[in-house]
C-alpha cells in the first residue's frame, strides 16, 4: 500500500518548484538582456570626430556613430566669451582638442547603452588596452566639456579652477545652447544632443 505524501513533503516540494521557477526566469531573463543589449566593443579604428563628444568608428564592417557618456561638450557651432567677454569658438575647439586627444586612434570603448538617436553611448580610452587616457575625463579636465555625471566631477572642479577652456568665462551650457538654437527635424543631418 502506497501511503500518500504529507502535508509537510508537499509543502516542500511546491517551495522547491517556485525556487526553481524562478531560477528559470532570472536565467531567461539574463540570456534576454545578454542577447538584446548592444556588446562591448574593444578596439575600434577612428573614422571621424564629429564634435567635442561624439566620434564615428568602424566596427566589423560599418561605421558607428559613438557618444562619450558623462560629458557634455561645447556644440560645434557654439562660442563662449572669454574673461575679456570677447568671444572664441568654443565648440570648434572641443571638436579639436578632442581630436588631438583620440589622435589617430584606435580608440578602446566600453559600451554603455544607446540613445534616442540610436548613437552607442560608451566610455572610449585611447590605445589597444583599457588602461589608455578617458577621452571623457581629459575632455572635462581641458574645459571642452561639462561633466553630467559624478564620474567627472573632480576633473571639472580642477578646469573651474583653472579657468580652462569654456571656464576662462562665461558660456551657456551644451544642452540650453541646443534648446535655443534647435533646428528643424528636416534640416539636421545629425541630433546635436
Known amino acids: ?15 522547491r518548484l ?14 534576454a538582456a545578454w542577447v538584446w543589449l548592444p556588446a562591448p566593443i574593444a578596439t575600434v ?18 561605421t558607428l556613430t559613438i557618444r562619450l557618456t558623462g560629458i557634455d ?13 570677447s568671444r572664441w569658438p568654443c565648440g570648434r575647439e572641443a571638436r579639436a582638442m578632442l581630436e588631438k586627444l583620440a589622435g589617430r586612434g584606435p580608440l578602446h570603448c566600453e559600451v554603455a547603452a544607446k540613445d534616442r538617436y540610436d548613437r ?16 571623457g575625463a581629459e575632455m572635462v579636465r581641458l574645459g571642452g566639456a561639462i561633466a553630467t555625471s559624478d564620474a567627472y566631477m573632480v576633473e571639472e572642479a580642477e578646469a573651474q579652477a583653472k579657468r580652462r577652456g569654456i571656464w576662462q568665462g562665461d558660456f551657456v551650457r551644451p544642452a540650453d545652447w541646443r534648446a535655443a538654437h534647435e533646428r528643424p527635424a528636416t534640416a539636421m543631418a545629425r541630433p546635436d544632443a
Request: with cysteine; hydrophobic share 45%; net charge positive.
Open 18 to 31: 517556485r525556487s526553481l521557477i524562478a531560477l528559470l526566469l532570472l536565467a531567461g531573463l539574463a540570456l
Open 45 to 62: 579604428p577612428i573614422v571621424h570626430i564629429i564634435d567635442g563628444d561624439s566620434l564615428t568608428v568602424r566596427h566589423e564592417d560599418s
Open 1 to 15: 500500500m502506497t501511503r500518500a505524501p504529507s502535508p509537510l513533503t508537499r509543502l516542500r516540494w511546491r517551495r
Open 73 to 85: 561638450a561645447a556644440e560645434y557651432r557654439q562660442d563662449c566669451a572669454r574673461a575679456d567677454a
Open 120 to 135: 552607442i553611448l560608451a566610455a572610449c580610452r585611447t590605445g589597444l588596452l583599457p588602461d589608455g587616457i578617458d577621452l
